[in-house]
């Protein structure tokens, strides 16, 4: 018998429902970043906003205090980017990522780390780094008065590739800024419990399934993955794509029916639910990818309308007055605004508490709704 065919649709309502998206949970934040498995963090403020669309009642301090408690962290993880991780989870996988830390190290510094003698760095750094919990700055600093001769900016990214480190609190936390300071995972969580490839394709399916191993290895940043999961490949529930694409998924979970309607949500910058794919048309029509991936390195806040990304969002401030600008990529209904102005209202809220006006813009129609 030939696997379902899965609809575009289907797939979409599927992943929403995964990530939280399709009905808000009253969960804490270290339960739900655990089901999401990560939340991508290059700066504090958008995993607070990740959470704030997916859970209901949540506030900030609730993330804040998982950090302080050391139930969640910020470390370098996923595609050699930081991330938000529980403590269990980043204890467990740490060792099956690490070579995709290994291969940021190759790919941002090339000839600049090579002949680098890491084993020696990261002797160097591990006491320095859990006796003084350094920015990364102070930590280049004293790997070059170790090794002069040695690129200062390539030791530091050695070691934060091979030696697994945390961020410690405020780093992270809401409103902080990027200015951090490290120890090693080992020092702040204890030793490490390692699981296996297989166990994180199970729990990445969890999260973004149905999926092929090409898409495991675009979220992971690794490659040639498939021969490590050929076995787990049979035990798995394989599906087809519209396109024909074989995907997997694990038994007992449910796929989401087509015609189910989903929310407005907004999604902050950088959502791992746009970069969890290699086709990301299942959330992201290609039409709009460029007016949301605008560079290497940045991913735009953007609002679901239909399940699909059809518009980015900012907010702007101007002395009491937050206003949140939203650029729409077609023309809507006055219902779809009344709805993307609701929500958009309660995000700003949400981001900018102390502002005495709260303003919703549509570009391109340039309609300027506003709520004291």
């Not at 990530?19 to 970043?33: G, H, N, V």
């Not at 090579?114 to 084993?119: A, D, H, I, P, S």
């Not at 700055?137 to 070691?159: H, N, S, T």
């Not at 800024?177 to 969580?189: F, K, V």
């Amino acid at each position: 018998m030939p696997p379902q065919t899965l609809s575009l649709r289907q797939l979409n309502r599927t992943l929403l429902a995964r990530q939280l998206l399709l009905e808000r949970q009253r969960l804490d934040p270290k339960t739900a970043i655990e089901i999401l498995l990560a939340l991508q963090s290059q700066i504090p403020n958008p995993p607070y906003i990740g959470l704030w669309t997916r859970l209901n009642g949540f506030d900030k301090s609730q993330l804040t205090a998982a950090l302080e408690t050391r139930a969640v962290l910020r470390a370098p993880w996923l595609r050699s980017t930081l991330h938000l991780v529980s403590a269990a989870d980043h204890q467990r996988f740490q060792a099956v990522i690490q070579p995709a830390l290994a291969r940021g190290l190759r790919s941002f510094f090339g000839v600049r780390a090579r002949g680098l003698n890491v084993e020696r760095l990261v002797a160097i750094a591990k006491p320095y780094l859990e006796a003084e919990q350094p920015s990364i700055g102070a930590l280049r600093d004293k790997l070059q008065a170790c090794e002069p001769d040695e690129d200062k900016q390539a030791m530091a990214y050695a070691v934060r590739s091979y030696l697994p480190l945390v961020q410690v609190p405020p780093s992270g936390s809401w409103g902080v800024g990027t200015r951090a300071t490290y120890t090693t995972a080992e020092s702040w969580l204890g030793p490490a419990t390692p699981s296996d490839l297989p166990a994180l394709f199970r729990r990445y399916l969890a999260a973004y399934g149905p999926a092929d191993v090409m898409d495991f290895q675009t979220w992971t940043g690794m490659t040639r993955l498939k021969p490590g999961l050929s076995a787990t490949l049979e035990e798995l529930v394989p599906y087809q794509s519209a396109d024909g694409r074989r995907l997997y998924d694990l038994p007992g979970q449910p796929i989401i029916n087509e015609d189910v309607a989903p929310p407005i949500r907004f999604l902050p910058e950088y959502d791992n639910i746009l970069i969890a794919h290699k086709d990301r048309s299942r959330i992201l029509p290609e039409a709009h990818r460029k007016q949301v991936f605008i560079s290497a390195g940045r991913v735009l806040g953007t609002v679901l309308i239909d399940g699909f990304v059809g518009a980015i969002w900012k907010v702007e401030r101007e002395r009491a007055v937050a206003t949140l600008r939203v650029t729409l990529f077609a023309e809507r209904a006055s219902e779809c605004l009344a709805a993307i102005e609701d929500e958009g209202l309660r995000l700003l809220r949400f981001i900018d508490e102390d502002a005495l006006d709260h303003r919703v813009d549509f570009a391109p129609a340039g309609l300027r709704r506003s709520m004291p």
